[in-house]
């Protein structure tokens, strides 16, 4: 199993981080991996914020954490709650990808959103692909938030990754063959 595979195959959602910082240059070598992803017709049809400001990220998990107590539906405040009341589960580097409205954006953007995670298994990081950030990105507060994240206009919201120093560890999830099929 190469280095590529051996990542595809350990890295697991990490819901627990410390709070020290993510180096500089690890930070770099994510959104490198994040920028060579592939799109249709090199459109690139995304735009990333790199967040490592704690106190934003905390005043996001703040936010959200408010806007699902406040809503009919408690079932995510519950989950979020029984998770030791945290969004973003304490992490120090929040990457919020948005997409603009082409066809690809969403198949794109999921593309770099993978590159994201797979490369910050690979510097040894923990992350979770998280699309809980949606609900402050996109709640009564999501312009003024887009606009301290420099996201342009004609980009909104589309996911997130999480990163940092993992706390928990878990296995990866079990492979489940009854999920494909062969034609041969």
Not at 146 to 151: C, E
Request: charged letters at 20%.
């Amino acid at each position: 199993m190469n280095d590529t595979q051996k990542s595809i195959m350990e890295r697991f959602s990490c819901r627990g981080f410390s709070s020290n910082p993510v180096s500089d240059e690890k930070v770099k070598a994510i959104v490198d991996a994040a920028l060579a992803a592939p799109s249709a017709m090199n459109q690139m049809p995304w735009f990333i914020s790199v967040i490592t400001d704690k106190s934003f990220i905390d005043e996001l998990d703040a936010e959200g954490m408010s806007i699902l107590a406040e809503g009919e539906d408690k079932s995510s405040y519950n989950r979020m709650m029984e998770r030791g009341g945290k969004l973003f589960y304490n992490a120090p580097l929040m990457i919020v990808i948005a997409g603009n409205d082409s066809g690809a954006s969403p198949l794109d953007c999921g593309i770099l959103t993978q590159n994201i995670a797979l490369s910050a298994h690979a510097l040894n990081l923990g992350n979770v692909i998280c699309g809980m950030a949606g609900v402050p990105l996109t709640g009564r507060r999501a312009a003024e938030f887009k606009k301290r994240m420099s996201i342009p206009d004609e980009y909104n919201y589309t996911m997130s990754v999480l990163i940092g120093e993992a706390v928990v560890t878990k296995e990866p999830h079990e492979l489940d063959y009854s999920k494909v099929s062969y034609v041969k």
